[in-house]
């Protein structure tokens, strides 16, 4: 019987991480596929970029390497998702984050399936951002899964406790910022600041905050289905990049203060600083060479694993079910 369980259990235990490592590979090709399929790095750089007319076509079969992988992943984890889902209902893991979190990871993927399939025109931002959060908050959910399943002991610590409405508030600080990058990539507003102080010089941009930060407004084109940049652009821009300077000066302060604690922490804050520093290479290189795809593509990538370093570190501050004795 304890046998049986202990299998059940690792089972479960597998099919999270594997659930994890797929929609990593998912989330990363997706921003991919978007950025390559706009013209990023494309020639004549940047009247090029924006052909968001050419996006409309849609094929059963994906056209790209990154697309029949894509697709494989994301086939993949639906089924998994679904397994982890079941085994969660059943009561077979009673362990680690319950029934709650494995429906939600579940209610991700049919909302990203769905959104996948019925996408409409990519003019419209809000549809953009929907598809990057939510795979954003699926990867997030999958690792905080995962950890909870690993037991460690953690007694009880008032400078722990304390802690712990920082390292939420530097959650959310983060989410908002990624909000921001999804918001940034989704209106094309990439290419809009040219230098790094500022765009083009021109800080008054940042007053355009109302039409910038519309949800409902569907991106203006020109005869050929090529994205019309302007002030609101220019608005976005400003917004992410004052927006990763507080969240790099935030979370590097964190981290710092988390990594002196207790040893506990200490792994966790040092990868926390590193994708901070590499974060902030990775903007101002794509800055200084154009938008590379390549560049751009890793950003996004080293988000989300800042994103799961600083989830760990408030599972780190949470007691639970894993806990030892």
């Known amino acids: 019987m304890v046998t049986n369980s202990k299998s059940t259990a690792n089972l479960y235990s597998l099919l999270i991480n594997l659930a994890l490592l797929l929609t990593f590979a998912a989330v990363v090709l997706s921003a991919y596929m978007r950025l390559d399929s706009v013209g990023l790095s494309c020639e004549p750089w940047p009247e090029c970029y924006g ?9 059963v079969v994906p056209k ?5 992988i894509h697709r494989i992943a994301a086939s993949l984890l639906g089924f998994i998702v679904l397994g982890i889902a079941y085994m969660a209902l059943r009561g ?9 979190i494995p429906l939600l990871v579940f209610g991700l993927t049919v909302f990203l399936s769905v959104l996948g399939y019925n996408t409409p025109s990519p003019d419209l931002p809000i549809v953009t951002l929907g598809n990057l959060l939510g795979g954003m908050a ?4 999958l690792w905080w899964m995962s950890q909870r399943l690993v037991p460690f002991e953690m007694g009880v610590n008032h400078a722990f406790t304390t802690m712990k409405p920082w390292v939420l508030l530097g959650l959310v600080i983060l989410v908002i910022q990624i909000m921001f990058g999804a918001w940034t990539s989704a209106n094309f507003a990439a290419p809009a600041c040219t230098n790094l102080l500022g765009c083009n010089g ?3 941009a940042i007053a355009n905050l109302s039409d910038g930060f519309d949800i409902s407004r569907r991106l203006s084109v020109d005869d050929q289905g090529r994205v019309i940049a302007g002030n609101i652009q220019l608005t976005i821009h400003m917004v992410h990049r004052i927006g990763a300077f507080i969240t790099f000066i935030y979370l590097a302060v964190l981290a710092i203060k988390m990594s002196g604690l207790n040893e506990r922490f200490y792994n966790t804050s040092i990868s926390i600083l590193v994708f901070l520093v590499l974060q902030v290479l990775l903007g101002v290189t794509s800055v200084l060479t154009e938008l590379p795809l390549s560049v751009v593509t890793v950003h996004n990538a080293v988000a989300a694993l800042l994103l799961l370093a600083v989830v760990n570190l408030l599972h780190l501050l949470t007691p639970g079910s894993t806990q030892s004795a």
């Open 64 to 68: 790209t390497w990154a697309g029949v």
């Open 202 to 204: 021109d800080w008054t």
């Open 51 to 59: 052909q968001i007319s050419l996006v409309h076509e849609r094929s």
């Open 92 to 100: 077979r893991a009673t362990q680690g984050a319950g029934v709650f």
């Open 138 to 141: 699926m990867l997030a959910l």
